[in-house]
């Protein structure tokens, strides 16, 4: 399984970007997405995440109403609409994918397989 990120790049502050993950390998399945981001001074923090059946999404309460998580099933690939942009959301963005369960988790550990991560910088 493999998962490649894609989509990052310099804005200004107030901007837009959208993250693709695509997904490849036979025998993939995941029951959930997710997308994290790390800068050099924090550990890797939970931003979004989506069930594949149904939808369902969950974000921490710093990028509410400014992302967007989305999927299309027959393309294996799961978006990432980031609006509003601030510095602060300056990041490498990360995606991943939980082959286990259907919790929406915010928790590394949850998930099996990661992509190799985008830079995202916002300019102010």
Known sequence: VQ???SGGGLVQAGGSLKLSCAASG?????????WFRQTPMK???FVAAIRWNTGTTRYTDSVKGRFTISRDNAKNTVFLQMNSLK????AVYYCAADSDSYYLSSSTSAY??????TLVTVSS
């Open 26 to 34: 036979r025998t993939f399945r995941a029951f959930v997405m997710g």
């Open 87 to 90: 510095p602060e959301d300056t």
């Open 112 to 117: 099996d397989y990661w992509g190799q991560g």
């Open 3 to 5: 998962l490649q990120a």
């Open 43 to 45: 550990e890797r923090e």
